[in-house]
């Protein structure tokens, strides 16, 4: 059975996309089979692997599958590249809180549906939107792990305290197998004392896991994306894709 995975940070700008496509590449690149599914209505995740998100087909992005509108073997695009397959999405998203109000049940609609083909991927990898709605509680009811990625910044530790609560509160009333894989540090800065602080003082106040790996700033991370490729194609040199392999390998090494 495919393990999924939510990646999620109700503060914007964390490096979650970034992280989402970059660790799902690097995964297939080590011979496992991703699906990435795109619940951030921006549809970042969806254009950073070279989709069109504007000109998809009528019913066949995750919006129309949480309405009901279409089964999950509609949407998915198989095999965007070796070994990646991705649930698309799109601006429609945004309407879908509003739409599913008065639903029965719909924390679970995501479960439900991925519950048909995880079996088929070894690794389901879900990016969130930045905020704590209801797309991302259907992520978390989905997932059997969080990977919460974190900006070396000053304010690394706002949010994280009530992520970690909104985490534990799924797990005790919607989805009790939820545990919290862990902490993953984006947008390294070697030339600044700040990111080695911030580093410093998380691993100081959290009790949670945290990757060895740690994502630094990189010009080819920040360029993948308008190419539409992984950094793992796109710069499969870099110190970038680099830190992704040692993600994903670590990741890899818990199963």
Same mark, same amino acid.
């Given at each position: 059975?495919?393990?999924?995975?939510?990646? &999620?940070?109700?503060?914007?700008?964390?490096?979650?996309?970034? =992280?989402?496509?970059?660790?799902?590449?690097?995964? &297939?690149?080590?011979?496992?089979?991703?699906?990435?599914?795109? =619940?951030?209505?921006?549809?970042?995740?969806?254009?950073?692997?070279?989709?069109?998100?504007?000109?998809?087909?009528?019913?066949?992005?995750?919006?129309?599958?949480?309405?009901?509108?279409?089964?999950?073997? @509609? !949407?998915?695009?198989?095999?965007?590249?070796?070994?990646?397959?991705?649930?698309?999405?799109?601006?429609?998203?945004?309407?879908?809180?509003?739409?599913?109000?008065?639903?029965?049940?719909?924390?679970?609609?995501?479960?439900?549906?991925?519950?048909?083909?995880?079996?088929?991927?070894?690794?389901?990898?879900?990016?969130?939107?930045?905020?704590?709605?209801?797309?991302?509680?259907?992520?978390?009811?989905?997932?059997?792990?969080?990977?919460?990625?974190?900006? !070396?910044?000053?304010?690394?530790?706002?949010?994280?305290?009530?992520l970690i609560h909104t985490v534990n509160l799924?797990?005790?009333?919607?989805?009790?197998?939820?545990?919290?894989?862990?902490?993953?540090?984006?947008?390294?800065?070697?030339?600044?004392?700040?990111?080695?602080q911030v580093v410093e003082n998380v691993k100081?106040?959290?009790?949670?896991?945290?990757? @060895?790996?740690?994502?630094?700033?990189?010009?080819?991370? &920040?360029?993948?994306?308008?190419?539409?490729?992984?950094?793992?194609?796109?710069?499969?040199?870099?110190?970038?894709?680099?830190?992704?392999r040692n993600l994903a390998m670590e990741l890899?090494?818990?199963?």
């Amino acid at each position: 059975m495919g393990k999924v995975i939510a990646l &999620a940070n109700q503060k914007g700008g964390v490096g979650k996309t970034t =992280t989402t496509i970059n660790l799902a590449a690097a995964l &297939a690149e080590q011979g496992k089979k991703v699906l990435v599914i795109d =619940t951030d209505p921006q549809g970042n995740t969806t254009s950073g692997f070279g989709i069109d998100k504007n000109n998809l087909p009528d019913n066949s992005t995750i919006y129309e599958l949480m309405l009901g509108d279409c089964s999950v073997f @509609d !949407c998915i695009i198989k095999d965007v590249f070796p070994g990646i397959s991705v649930l698309p999405s799109n601006v429609n998203l945004a309407a879908a809180e509003i739409e599913l109000i008065g639903v029965e049940k719909k924390e679970f609609i995501l479960h439900n549906e991925i519950d048909y083909i995880r079996d088929d991927y070894d690794y389901v990898v879900i990016d969130c939107p930045p905020s704590l709605n209801m797309l991302t509680i259907n992520a978390m009811t989905t997932a059997d792990s969080v990977i919460v990625p974190i900006q !070396c910044e000053f304010y690394a530790l706002e949010g994280l305290s009530q992520l970690i609560h909104t985490v534990n509160l799924i797990k005790e009333r919607l989805n009790p197998d939820l545990s919290l894989e862990g902490v993953v540090f984006t947008m390294y800065d070697a030339r600044t004392n700040l990111s080695a602080q911030v580093v410093e003082n998380v691993k100081d106040n959290l009790e949670e896991k945290i990757f @060895d790996t740690v994502i630094p700033r990189n010009i080819s991370l &920040a360029e993948a994306p308008s190419y539409g490729l992984p950094i793992t194609m796109y710069a499969p040199r870099s110190t970038g894709a680099e830190s992704y392999r040692n993600l994903a390998m670590e990741l890899i090494k818990t199963e």
